[in-house]
């Protein structure tokens, strides 16, 4: 019997998520009517909102935020890609493949949403100097954004969500989720060289190298130092984390702290420029979610899930991978990762199944499914944003094209793998 409850939560959760999905409302503001909602409802007291919220998750975000802006700041971003431009003396190829690669390196490291942004925003500006058709460089980059966000636990919101949630370390995500994706990347950077050969060739470059060198795109020497000091210690933390025994959010907290103190007066910028908007969302989310949570919906869907994988791995893998894949093509992976992560806790439960393949299989759809289509991720978003006030903007069914052909293609190899290593030889 269905109570007034779970009618309640259940109607709350709908319409905040069509609220998200449709655009209507901004999504944070949408999350946060959700919290006024369940709170009038009395779903939820404010102790238990606070209790759902992945505080982990949220301190992780904002270290990384701040990580990102001094890096923006200082010019490291735009250092490494003149650097890379004249490696590759502007030849259109060798550029395709060291953006494919500097994008999906850059992202398995820090924010792939700030990553794609900004290797969108030069390459339009490297295009326009060297009078080359962008198109190809920033659907390649966002593509390779989503697909290297998924190697390790700091790449993409939906790899922090799942690591933090299921308490995996830095060392465990990467170590299965980085082979993976490195096989992908692979067989994404073959699948673009095809799909684009006739551009890439037919394209002639107006220079063969930079106009400005790379170091003169350092806008403040001293933080450029630090950022570089700062990010090896941060990386060298998170890769031991399990050993030393500090959670991945205090390291974040604690080298964006360090920045944030010893920076210099640009710092105060950066602090302004943090994404506040974007760390409530994710707190909403939590507290949305647990609105289904705590009246038993999440465990009445996993028990239905459940049934139809029986103790079976494969399909189980199967079904949560493809899942999470197509629910990405439909609306963003972050608030899909929020609802799938309780499900797939209880699945495991249900079942007697092992947890942690379930995670990575939910990774992997979640991330790479978000190539689907240009909305289907937070990176394909802002990427497409850029590209409406140049001469060369990406419409939807442009991308739709490549994007679905890259999901099947990825998805596909890696559900494949994890199946056959969990489920066949598990």
Not at 2 to 21: D, M, W
């Amino acid at each position: 019997m269905v109570s007034n409850e779970q009618i309640i939560a259940l109607g709350i959760f709908i319409f905040v998520f069509a609220l998200i999905v449709s655009g209507i409302k901004e999504k944070t503001i949408a999350g946060v009517f959700g919290l006024v909602l369940l709170g009038s409802f009395r779903i939820l007291a404010v102790e238990e909102m606070i209790a759902y919220v992945d505080w982990e998750a949220i301190m992780l975000l904002f270290g990384l935020m701040v990580i990102v802006g001094a890096f923006r700041e200082a010019g490291v971003f735009a250092y490494l890609t003149a650097y890379i431009i004249n490696f590759t003396k502007c030849d259109p190829k060798r550029m395709h493949y060291m953006f494919i690669g500097l994008t999906a390196l850059l992202a398995s490291f820090l924010d792939s949403v700030t990553v794609a942004l900004f290797m969108v925003t030069v390459t339009i500006m490297i295009c326009e100097v060297i009078e080359v058709n962008p198109k190809p460089y920033i659907v390649s980059e966002i593509l390779a954004a989503n697909v290297g966000g998924t190697a390790t636990a700091i790449g993409n919101p939906p790899s922090i969500m799942i690591a933090s949630a299921a308490g995996l370390t830095f060392v465990e995500f990467a170590a299965n989720m980085a082979p993976i994706t490195i096989a992908c990347l692979v067989l994404l950077t073959l699948f673009l060289r095809w799909y684009y050969k006739d551009s890439l060739e037919k394209a002639k470059v107006a220079m063969e190298s930079c106009p400005v060198a790379p170091r003169a795109l350092v806008t403040d020497e001293n933080l450029f130092r630090l950022c570089i000091i700062v990010f090896l210690v941060f990386v060298g933390l998170m890769i031991s984390h399990s050993f030393i025994h500090i959670s991945p959010a205090i390291i974040a907290l604690g080298c964006s702290g360090v920045l944030l103190f010893v920076g210099g007066k640009k710092m105060t910028k950066i602090l302004h420029k943090v994404e506040w908007s974007t760390l409530l969302f994710f707190g909403s989310l939590f507290v949305v979610v647990g609105g289904l949570d705590k009246v038993g919906i999440l465990y009445i869907v996993a028990e239905g899930i459940a049934g139809l994988i029986g103790q079976n791995m494969v399909a189980g893998i199967f079904l949560i991978a493809w899942t999470s894949a197509l629910g990405s093509a439909v609306v963003d992976n972050i608030p899909l990762v929020a609802t799938l992560l309780p499900i797939v806790f209880n699945i495991s439960q249900i079942t007697g199944l092992e947890q942690k393949p379930l995670l990575w299989a939910m990774a992997l759809g979640a991330c790479m499914g978000g190539n689907s289509t240009i909305l289907a991720s937070s990176a394909g978003i802002v990427a497409q944003a850029a590209t409406e006030k140049t001469k060369y903007p990406i419409k939807f069914y442009e991308f739709l094209k490549v994007g679905l052909l890259s999901v099947f293609l990825t998805v596909g190899v890696g559900s494949i793998y994890l199946a056959i290593r969990f489920g066949v030889f598990g």
